[in-house]
């Protein structure tokens, strides 16, 4: 059974482009969390979204967006990038909101 | 003040030594989780704990809910169990969402 699988893994970006980073869930998970994870710091909280409506938002700029997909799929989307949203983007899924988390390997954005 | 405090930081043992990892948190939450995560990013998860004790293999997690305490334990350590140990609680403040919320982590180094 795959795991929850995240695209692309490395990812490099000017600052002011935008990208979309992508994330699918283990089958028969209906909820995906993103996190940042900068160098050195625990993963932040970014978004939640479970049977495809937003159930939570971290402390963000509306640079942010994401979206869940009616097969539960998710795309983040991050707008007119700075330097330092360089970081490592996890997204996590399970069964239900409350449940075990699983993690995917994550995309590390680089912006220059 | 983080809501989620680990220590140590770091930590360097010898091959077959006892390690104890401790985490404390500030807020009320329905679980906590232990994570380990290895260099290149992806994370696993180890345990999931409400209540008292659970095992696996070499490592035992433990968690005082009335002392906001959970000890991540690891028994005859190995070379392999070389990574960051993450603690995270899933408490959710804002508006109804089930985030977790990490820890900084805990790089442990096991020498042969």
């Known amino acids: 059974d795959a795991g929850v699988t995240q695209s692309p893994t490395h990812l490099i970006k000017t600052r002011g482009q935008q990208v979309t980073l992508r994330c699918s869930p283990i089958?028969?998970?209906?909820?995906v969390s993103w996190y940042q994870q900068v160098l050195g710091q625990g993963p932040q909280f970014i978004f939640q979204?479970?049977?495809?409506?937003?159930?939570g938002r971290g402390n963000f700029p509306d640079r942010f967006s994401a979206r869940q997909f009616p097969n539960y799929s998710s795309e983040l989307n991050v707008n007119a990038l700075l330097l330092g949203d360089s970081a490592l983007y996890l997204c996590a899924s399970s069964l239900r909101g409350r449940g075990e988390a699983f993690f995917g390997q994550g995309t590390r954005l680089t912006v220059v | 003040k983080n809501e989620v405090e680990q220590s140590p930081q770091n930590l360097t043992a010898q091959e077959g030594e006892f390690i104890t990892i401790n985490c404390s948190y500030s807020?009320?939450?329905?679980?906590l989780h232990w994570l380990q995560q290895h260099p290149g990013g992806g994370i696993v998860s180890l345990f999931m704990l409400s209540s008292g004790k659970k095992k696996h293999g070499r490592l035992i997690a433990t968690i005082n809910i009335q002392e906001k305490h959970s000890s991540l334990h690891i028994t005859a350590s190995h070379p392999r169990d070389s990574a960051v140990y993450i603690c995270a609680v899933r408490g959710g403040t804002q508006g109804g969402s089930e985030k977790l919320v990490f820890g900084k982590g805990t790089k442990l180094t096991v020498n042969p």
């Open positions: 089958s028969g998970h209906k909820s």
């Open positions: 979204y479970y049977e495809k409506e937003e159930r």
């Open positions: 807020v009320g939450i329905s679980a």
